[in-house]
């Protein structure tokens, strides 16, 4: 089993920052994929970053140029630096490794809202 444990979130003002961070343990040899989704208040989980074991990263549209994903791959450990948060940023993160082709796992989440 693989053990995700995330830690980071909180609430901000807009225009402030939050770094995410998650942690994985367990059998997690073979990570191809560690990366972030999130779930805004009454909408779907959508991707927003990923880095794979080659350290390329990608990122979705509205990530582009405010968050910077990364990784320790000595502690298993990604993160999610989060820059110039919006409202629209408010939303559970979830965390997320793949490992090999086919094994996904995802953290329990945590809360990022984004307020004045």
């Known amino acids: 089993q693989v053990h995700l444990v995330e830690s980071g979130g909180g609430e901000v003002q807009p225009g402030g920052s939050l770094r995410l961070s998650c942690a994985a343990s367990?059998?997690?040899?073979?990570?191809?994929?560690m990366g972030w989704y999130r779930q805004p208040p009454g909408k779907q989980r959508e991707l927003i970053a990923t880095?794979?074991?080659?350290?390329?990263?990608d990122y979705a549209d509205s990530a582009k140029g405010r968050f910077a994903i990364s990784a320790d791959n000595a502690k298993n450990t990604v993160y999610l630096q989060m820059n110039s948060l919006k409202a629209s940023d408010t939303a559970v993160y979830y965390c997320?490794?793949?490992?090999?082709?086919?094994?996904?796992?995802w953290g329990q989440g945590t809360q990022v809202t984004v307020s004045s």
């Open positions: 880095i794979n074991s080659g350290a390329k990263t």
């Open positions: 367990g059998s997690i040899s073979g990570i191809a994929v």
């Open positions: 997320y490794v793949r490992i090999g082709h086919d094994q996904n796992y």
